[in-house]
């Protein structure tokens, strides 16, 4: 047979679509040709099938070899079709006997010796492979990741010649059903950290509701502790979002790893980080830090320092739980539900407002620095607190206070309240469901109003504080939203 079809996926955001390979043979000077819109690292899988073939025992027939990858207008990247090119060459030339292949999708990047090496986004394919109805060769480096996606038909292999002996009978490749389990993770604990008691109430209301939050104030006041804590408060992720969460870390650079499994994420960048990094991009799109922080943290410490065109980038992610990369050739959406958590100094000395009076800098100084944050990013944080400096008696105290188990205990019942009445966490209230659970007493909308004019709320600023008044009434057991509620969400919003 001088042509040979199979099927693997190409990667476009979090879909794969299906790409077939065809290998076709013909008479005239020998020569090796990929077309399809592959790309750099595609167009080298050449030279690796080639050495692949020659040390597996197979011959590369002496002819003119077409490749052909379609959809021709779906670019093509990674070595993941080293191997179904490879069986596409075998079986076109005759030296592999199979019946059925139009029953697999195939992918793995071949090594000069012949063994499989790992592929970025196999549990993408993996879903996108279930789907179809067909069975996934894949390498066996690969096989956990796959086998996430229930009921998907996963052959892992090590080698091209164990492929090879499946498709012709001699030995079956046998399925995998692992199942990941995550190690258990051991967060700081909440009690280590002395003194700031609003800061620790306002981080329970934070991860009770989901909602943004930006702590402000000197150096070593406890900023970056607490938002290391944050993680260990946070509700367990049910096993739809855990999915979610490694197909997005599995388009990533660093991979998907087991041990990750039903962990959120928990992303901190350095100020220096570019707006590709945080939003993602490249000719083949991969998700940036915004949304290898899906259903989990995205901290970012020292805010003023990042550039101001990084940090506008978040804007609309954080409204819509979304980003969306557009390139010349393709267009790719990566979700994007996080929390965020800043931190930042008062000023550029640090020191403005600490009681030892060290802070030398100019108001004008002060104005510049906190302008790096623009209004309409500022606007879209839910709760903005100072972190004061703890006095020295109460470093020296033992620790006192409730533990991160005690204070998660918490945050999972009012989680679960939001669960049963909503279906969705406080943050993420539309304004019907405001109208429909935010009702507020004759007493809490006057304060509500006052407060509004009083600091000159936007209509995104006057939801936000409903929807923190929320979390304190979930957490406090209540139904209904008492003036209470209404004034702690208040001093959330009193800002810089």
Known sequence: MALAVLYSRALAGLHAPLVTVEVHLANGLPSFTLVGLPEAEVKESRDRVRAALQTAGFELPARRITVNLAPADLPKESGRFDLPIALGILLASGQLQADGVEHYEFAGELALTGQLRPIRGALAMALATQTAGRQFILPRDNADEAALVREAQILPADTLLAVCAHLNGRERLPGWQGQAQGVARHYPDLRDIKGQAQAKRALEVAAAGQHSLLLFGPPGTGKSMLAQRLPGLLPPMNEQE????????????????????????????????????????????????????????????????????????????????????????????????????????????GYHGHPS????????????????????????????????????EQLAAMPDGESSEAVQQRVAQAHARQQQRQGMPNARLGSRELEQFCVLDPTAQNMLTQASQRLNLSARAYHRILRVARTVADLAGRDALQATDVAEAIQYRRGL
Request: charged share 20%; net charge neutral; hydrophobic share 35%.
């Open 357 to 392: 009076g060290r802070c030398r800098c100019t108001p004008d100084q002060v104005q510049r620095y906190r302008g790096r944050l623009s209004g309409p990013l500022l606007d879209r944080i839910d709760l903005t607190l100072e972190v004061p400096s703890v006095p020295p």
């Open 242 to 349: 855990a999915l979610e969460a490694a197909m997005v870390q599995s388009l990533g650079s660093g991979g998907w790893q087991a041990k990750h499994w039903g962990q959120r994420p928990y992303r901190d960048p350095h100020h220096s980080a570019s707006s590709v990094a945080l939003v993602g991009g490249g000719s083949s799109p991969r998700p940036g830090e915004i949304s290898l922080a899906h259903h989990g943290i995205l901290f970012l410490d020292e805010l003023p320092e990042f550039d101001r065109k990084v940090l506008e980038v978040l804007r609309e992610p954080l409204e819509a739980g979304r980003i969306t990369i557009s390139r010349a050739a393709q267009q790719a959406d990566f979700p994007a539900r996080f929390q965020l958590v800043a931190a930042m100094n008062p000023c550029p000395c």
